[in-house]
């Protein structure tokens, strides 16, 4: 069993910068994918990147490149998504999630994932 913990969520203005991390307990991170995925009210929840387990490669959705990069301390067993240039629709609760069967290249999609945090709101301001 795995369990996720997001924080570093909260309200900043477009342009600003966030980062997000979440922590996992149980297992270590060190075997597994890990992925950020993100909910607006009203929407369905939508893949934003993705870090495959020995970090040697990072999956973007096509909204956040340039702006969003995530990182893993498998030592620490946090991984890192830091936000940069903020948009208003960026706001949303993100949710960390942990692919412990490495199914990478399904890294888009939540079904690859087999755990989940609670999530943390992000609301960013025009």
């Known amino acids: 069993q795995v369990q996720l913990v997001e924080s570093g969520g909260g309200l900043v203005q477009a342009g600003g910068s966030l980062r997000l991390s979440c922590v996992a307990s149980?297992?270590?991170?060190?075997?597994?994918?890990v992925g950020w995925f993100r909910q607006a009210p009203g929407a369905d929840r939508e893949f934003v990147i993705a870090i495959k387990w020995d970090g040697r490669d990072i999956y973007y959705a096509d909204s956040v490149k340039g702006r969003f990069t995530i990182s893993k301390n498998n030592a620490q067993d946090t991984v890192y998504l830091q936000m940069n240039s903020l948009k208003p629709e960026d706001s949303g609760v993100y949710f960390c999630a942990a692919d412990v069967l490495r199914r990478y290249n399904s890294a888009s999609r939540s079904t690859a994932y087999d755990y989940w945090g609670q999530g943390t709101q992000v609301t960013v301001s025009s």
């Open positions: 149980g297992r270590t991170f060190s075997g597994f994918n």
